[in-house]
């Protein structure tokens, strides 16, 4: 049983994100004013610019636990 599984909770992220950007791509053509571009340098691009951050720290502490996980051995 693994004790730290951050690779799960990542995937689901990058899932969600995934979705967001399909959704507002979808909304885009139909939603183009003052409030959308608002909306979209407020929010939409601070996610996307904090996600493509925290992904790759992310990995590498999924990395980092495993490891300790092994050197730790079973419970």
Known sequence: MRIADLNTGAAQLRD????LRQAWS???PHW?????RNFEESHLR????DM???FPAIDQLA????QAERAC???
């Open 63 to 66: 990395t980092v636990l495993a």
């Open 26 to 28: 979808d909304a885009s």
């Open 32 to 36: 183009n004013d003052a409030n959308s």
């Open 73 to 75: 051995g079973p419970w």
């Open 52 to 54: 493509a951050s925290a």
């Open 16 to 19: 969600a994100l995934d979705g």
């Open 46 to 49: 601070p996610l996307a610019s």
